[in-house]
């Protein structure tokens, strides 16, 4: 009777934990997948469910290569090849959704070892990434129509660093300074292009910026090819997420036709 009553508790006791684990496993926010030695599905959660379109009945028994195209079929069949000699792997993958269409996850997986060291089975937690995805190439989109609107600008648009040196200037700017290309003066000192007696106010006006303060000045510069040219520009800082200033940022008119007229 002793006996059976503590079977009775034990049973109790363990169909409990099995209630825990299942909410737990079930609740988590990331999509949870299990596989044996073999490479075959023991186990998955509520959220890989929703995340692939396939009930756990549909999974249990398949292999992770059943849910990939061709393409993505290498990336699975080199993580897997990683399983019996690493603990821990991180790597992106599209998985094949039930209804054919690919969905970009982030996988965080590691090995389950039994006391021998041997490999008992591969516990995979899996983000869903389609939404940084879209963010991404919405990002790209907006640079690359902002890159498309510099470009068109008449005025040179530019970015220096702290020393002064150029970091980008659109097609207006190349043809102010007479340079065949961004390549000809990336990274130089713009500066030198600005005629001696401006160049200590240009000088100065680089390290304000940096300082925090916007500022406009007048000055005549020389281009790469000897032609004097009038510029007018006008100078902002860029600062990063955290506050810093990182460079400068500046739009810079022609006027020399103004000033001869002047």
């Not at 490479?39 to 959660?45: A, E, H, P, R, V």
């Not at 965080?108 to 899996?126: E, I, K, P, Q, Y």
């Not at 292009?193 to 401006?198: G, R, T």
């Amino acid at each position: 009777m002793q006996m059976r009553r503590m079977v009775r508790i034990r049973t109790a006791e363990l169909a409990e934990s099995e209630r825990r684990y299942r909410t737990v496993f079930n609740g988590a926010p990331e999509g949870i997948w299990l596989i044996d030695q073999d490479i075959k599905t023991l186990q998955i959660n509520e959220r890989l469910s929703e995340i692939l379109g396939y009930s756990e009945e549909e999974m249990q028994g398949k292999t992770p290569m059943d849910f990939v195209d061709e393409e993505n079929r290498e990336v699975f069949l080199e993580q897997i090849a990683n399983i019996a000699t690493t603990e821990r792997r991180n790597y992106e993958i599209a998985l094949r959704h039930k209804q054919g269409h690919n969905i970009p996850t982030q996988f965080n997986s590691v090995t389950l070892r039994h006391d021998d060291g041997s490999v008992m089975a591969a516990l995979a937690f899996v983000e869903d990434i389609t939404g940084r995805y879209l963010m991404e190439e919405k990002l790209r989109q907006s640079e690359k129509y902002l890159r498309t609107l510099i470009e068109a600008e008449p005025a040179c648009v530019k970015t220096l660093d702290n020393r002064g040196h150029l970091i980008s200037m659109n097609a207006a700017g190349l043809g102010m300074i007479e340079a065949d290309s961004i390549d000809q003066v990336r990274n130089a000192s713009i500066s030198d292009l600005v005629d001696e007696d401006y160049r200590e106010d240009f000088d100065a006006l680089t390290r304000r910026v940096f300082q925090g303060d916007s500022g406009t000045l007048i000055f005549r510069a020389t281009g790469l090819k000897g032609r004097k040219v009038w510029l007018e520009t006008h100078a902002a800082p860029v600062q990063d997420s955290e506050g810093n200033i990182t460079r400068l940022l500046g739009v810079t008119h022609d006027v020399t036709k103004r000033v001869e007229m002047e």
